[in-house]
């Protein structure tokens, strides 16, 4: 097969990711087999939650790939994203090192032999990333440009499948509230990292209320921050429940204020069953706000 159809068919397992059982699984290992690289992963950080798919297992005893604590400033893959350059690789990544303490994650790469690659953050706000990142071994050295051009346009081809499959997860939760259009009470739906999924028209009035809703980039906020911090709790206790002997339901009030003590609206917060596909795009939340009377 010639390398012009091995890049067309990577292309398209990109494209086809968001339809297909373990699509995303399938198109990081086109991406691994037309760079010659060790490695890719897709990853989405932010909110109370996070995922990640990688092309294939890496020997990681120690458990690096699922510690938290590399996540953080120690890690110089994701110290080196800016907001300004689309693609990131070995001398971005050695600019963030001389500048930071890394140690922690320099053992972990040394461990798991992934020193070298590249990546490319695909969608990112004030709360979430989401990114695109390939591994090379000491063997495979570091990416040239050719590896970079193919990954290049490959990052292209998943930040459009990654977008469709927002607009699935979307596209779900306007589904589920069609349901509850035009009644009284407010409802939002959030997803895995508690983006804002859609709303009912009556919810969408509540961010131009003064005691009512904010939106931080895709996060809902309350407007009072003793209040916040309570939704806030909440909703990371929902999500790290495993929805059978954990909690699936809070109930609490919002709006309080000296006029209305015992706040202006009662606040349900509701696990929604589990989806198998997603990515997390599709609703994991209902979040209601009904009025108190008087």
């Known amino acids: 097969m010639s390398l012009e159809q091995d890049l067309r068919d990577a292309e398209l397992a990109f494209l086809n990711a968001p339809f297909q059982p373990d699509g995303w699984r399938v198109a990081t290992r086109k991406l691994v087999g037309i760079t010659g690289s060790t490695a890719a992963q897709v990853i989405g950080l932010g909110g109370p939650d996070s995922f990640t798919v990688i092309s294939d297992d890496l020997p990681d005893p120690r458990g690096h790939l699922t510690n938290p604590a590399l996540l953080g400033a120690c890690n110089w893959r994701i110290g080196a994203i800016d907001g300004h350059t689309s693609l990131q690789h070995e001398p971005h990544f050695e600019a963030y090192r001389a500048l930071h303490p890394t140690s922690d994650y320099d053992d972990a790469v040394s461990d798991l032999d992934t020193r070298f690659g590249c990546q490319a953050p695909l969608i990112t706000d004030s709360a979430h990333l989401f990114g695109l990142a390939m591994f090379r071994s000491n063997r495979q ?99 790290a429940s495993d929805g059978l002997t954990g909690p699936v339901l809070h109930e609490g009030r919002a709006g309080r204020c000296p006029q209305r003590p015992a706040g202006r609206w009662r606040l349900l917060i509701a696990r929604l069953p589990a989806v198998a596909q997603g990515f997390g795009f599709e609703p994991h939340l209902a979040v209601t706000l009904t009025p108190i009377e008087g």
């Open 141 to 239: 050295g570091r990416c040239d440009a050719d590896v970079l051009e193919r990954f290049s346009n490959l990052a292209h081809h998943a930040q459009r499948a990654l977008r469709v499959q927002l607009a699935l997860g979307q596209q779900a939760a306007e589904l589920m509230l069609e349901g509850v259009a035009g009644r009284t009470e407010a409802t939002l739906l959030l997803d895995r990292f508690a983006g804002l999924a859609a709303m009912t028209a009556a919810a969408e009035k509540l961010f131009d209320h003064p005691q009512g809703l904010r939106l931080d980039g895709l996060l809902v906020r309350l407007a009072d921050r003793t209040e916040n911090a309570s939704f806030a709790a909440a909703v990371g206790r929902l999500f």
